[in-house]
């Protein structure tokens, strides 16, 4: 059985509400490395990455396409180092979040040198550019910067660009678009599937589909949980919620898939708000299907 390094990254930068930068002491609190352990894994918690408090930064001015490019940059680079260097021990990686723009960092040291693929669980489509977002929030452009969209100096993260092909991602749980990315998600080779998709073809086909669709012609894949991917009424602690979301039993089934394909190489899980949360229920979500990825089951 291999081993397993949890990695913290208490990052907020990238999100427009603060607090998410207390999930990973919230999943700890909630027994991952425990309860990881109690399944025959050994387990080793390297602690918190670095990352500069808001309040140490120069606040962006209004309107900045890319709120706090700088000091994401650093901290993105240093967890993709990380990640190299427990990859190169065999070791799969849990990476605790934080806003999901950390997955910059963390998809790049998986993918250092080989091809991967990438399941990307999320409410939202991360797809967003400096020319299309919103609100300058990098936590709401991460899969398209790893797709090769995006500023240079998140795309050219580990000098390869794109760091993922298109082709080798899917989009999982998504419910909620902004009009340039769905747009630029038409003609990405992303593939993507809607809530639509799992309300009339069940959570098993899709994330069947899904998982074949990643696995091929790659050396496994990356699973990138972001937790509003679920209903807000099962997950209250998040910073970006959306109604209609996957259901618990449902999120539980995609990660036993997950682990019965034995092509897991790498786990983030982001987004966790305890500031939003109800006693620390999403947290301890996130911690039992982290548990269900790496192979728990019922029976």
């Not at 930068?13 to 919230?26: K, N």
């Not at 940059?73 to 427990?86: I, S």
């Not at 500023?151 to 902004?178: E, F, K, S, Y």
């Amino acid at each position: 059985m291999r081993d397993i390094a949890i990695i913290g990254v208490p990052l907020d930068l990238g999100a427009g509400r603060r607090g998410v930068d207390m999930g990973p002491s919230a999943m700890r609190y909630a027994g991952l490395r425990e309860r990881i352990a109690a399944l025959g894994y050994r387990v080793r918690d390297l602690g918190n990455l670095a990352v500069p408090l808001a309040e140490q930064i120069e606040p962006p001015v209004a309107d900045e396409p890319l709120r706090y490019l700088q000091p994401i940059v650093g901290v993105v680079r240093d967890l993709a180092q990380q990640v190299r260097d427990v990859i190169s021990s065999n070791t799969l990686p849990i990476i605790l979040g934080g806003d999901h723009s950390l997955s910059i960092g963390s998809v790049a040291g998986v993918a250092h040198n080989r091809r991967i693929g990438v399941i990307w669980l999320d409410a939202h489509g991360d797809y967003n550019t400096p020319e299309t977002t919103p609100s300058g929030n990098i936590h709401g452009m991460g899969l398209a910067v790893l797709t090769g969209r995006g500023h240079p100096m998140l795309t050219g993260l580990i000098g390869r660009i794109p760091v993922l092909r298109p082709g080798d991602a899917a989009l999982v749980g998504v419910r909620n678009l902004d009009d340039g990315e769905r747009e630029l998600l038409r003609t990405s080779g992303v593939r993507v599937f809607t809530m639509h998709d799992i309300d009339r073809r069940g959570m098993a086909a899709v994330m069947e589909e899904a998982i074949l669709h990643v696995s091929a012609g790659t050396s496994g894949f990356h699973l990138s949980f972001d937790l509003d991917v679920l209903d807000p009424h099962e997950a209250p602690g998040v910073g970006t919620p959306v109604l209609g979301g996957i259901t618990y039993r449902e999120a539980h089934l995609a990660m036993e898939l997950i682990a019965a394909s034995g092509r897991l190489i790498s786990l983030d899980l982001v987004e966790v708000n305890p500031i939003l949360d109800t006693r620390n229920m999403t947290a301890l979500l996130a911690v039992e299907f982290a548990l269900s990825a790496l192979g728990k089951t019922i029976y």
